[in-house]
């Protein structure tokens, strides 16, 4: 528990600093902030106790439980894709791997292993099925803004997830006035409304409504311009998987003779028993590769499937497990409120004071050394390479980042020049649109750091 002492004239001090500091961000935003030192003591406190959204500081949480739940150390098996032959169906098997891979320099946990095991066996095939039915169908967590949905922040979540469930579209000029030359998978339409011009180009856009396979372009680029790549998520991963899996398979001389299918899970429904045993079973790296991932880039995707497989499939089942964590953790149950794994949901919660007291928890864990290694370190990597590259002096920042519409958040660590550990965790809402919020933010830990450092 932390130890709430009376604060120092020398830290009440430092508060009124860090106050001012804040508010150069301007008028409207509401900023809550605790920090603790190594014996647990609060050296500053505003607005502990009201509740804040977390946005992707929830990934702290959401991977501090897999570090307590799962064997994050040794290759990942269990999450490994299948490949089985069902009578003259291929059926492409997800289990919850985040890292499977068509990319043609793939050299781990790839998919094309898979195809040339069903190569190896098999010159005909009927349906390519892509069965994702090891997580129930919910492929966004509640809570997400709608907007989010169609974007790489908002890719939807399948237990058989291939390359990010994103697909590549290269946007290059073509002949001067005519359309952009545009390369895309044939997964997708093409609704090409572009330009090369001669001169100044204009934005490009790729648009595309939920639910629907058609790309919608427009813009232009000069002649001579360098190519654009974008990239498209996916609505149905499964369907996406099964149709590269289709490609493959031909690619390598295997006649389709089907078409190709989904399984999915709905609600508590078991999965059917399997019959065919595997005919290729790929095993990704340890999941503590994942994990660094995850964190490091603050990647939605994969937090989600993390979170679903602490529930064997189940975001709610997921949830209550990090729940049981933060009850070991001592955190007032009152103190936060989580819908998702990734931050992304509007309906988390939780307050600085609850956030910092789970930090000296973690890192107190058999795993917390770990774990905290995962973090982005402020100037170095991750989502805090450009940030505190010398504005926190000698200390070391090691925190996860967060941001969502009017809201930024920042939750992590200090590790001073003079040997000391603080705590923190910094959160932003409503913010005006503009407003200098992160550097203000960034000013006042840096403050705190160099208060800290400069002690005896």
Known sequence: MLLLL???A??????????????????GTRFGMVVVDGDGREILAIRPDERFTPASTTKLMTTAAVFARLAVARPDAEAGTVVRLEGDDVVLEGHGDARLSSADDCTVDCLATLADA???RTRVVNDVIGDDRAFVDLRWSPGMSWNNIGTRSGAAVSALTLDDNQAPVRIAPGESGGALHVEAP???????RTATVVGQGTPVALDRAPFDRVL????????????????VPVDDPAEWAAWRFKAMLEARGVAVRGTVRV??????????????????????PPLVEDLRHTNKTSDNLHAELLLRRLGGGSIEAGGKLVEDMLAEADLPRWSYGLADGSGMSTYNRITPRAMVLFLRWAEGQPWGAAWRETLPVGGADGTLARRFRKDAGAARIVAKTGTLAGTHALAGYIETGNGQRLCFALYAADAPFGAPVVPA??????????QAGAAK
Request: aromatic fraction near 2%; charged fraction near 15%; proline fraction near 9%.
């Open 10 to 27: 020398a830290a009440q001090s430092l508060q009124d600093q860090v106050t001012a500091q804040l508010a150069q961000a301007g008028p």
């Open 263 to 284: 399984r999915h899970r709905h609600g508590a429904v078991p999965v059917e028993a399997k019959d065919a045993p595997p005919l290729a079973q790929l095993v990704p």
């Open 216 to 231: 919608h372009l427009t813009g232009t680029l000069a002649a001579g311009a360098a190519p654009l790549v974008r990239r």
């Open 6 to 8: 009376a604060m120092p």
């Open 441 to 450: 933010m960034d000013a006042a830990v840096a403050l705190v750091a160099a």
């Open 186 to 192: 044939a997964f997708w339409t093409l609704d090409n």
């Open 118 to 120: 069903v190569a190896g």
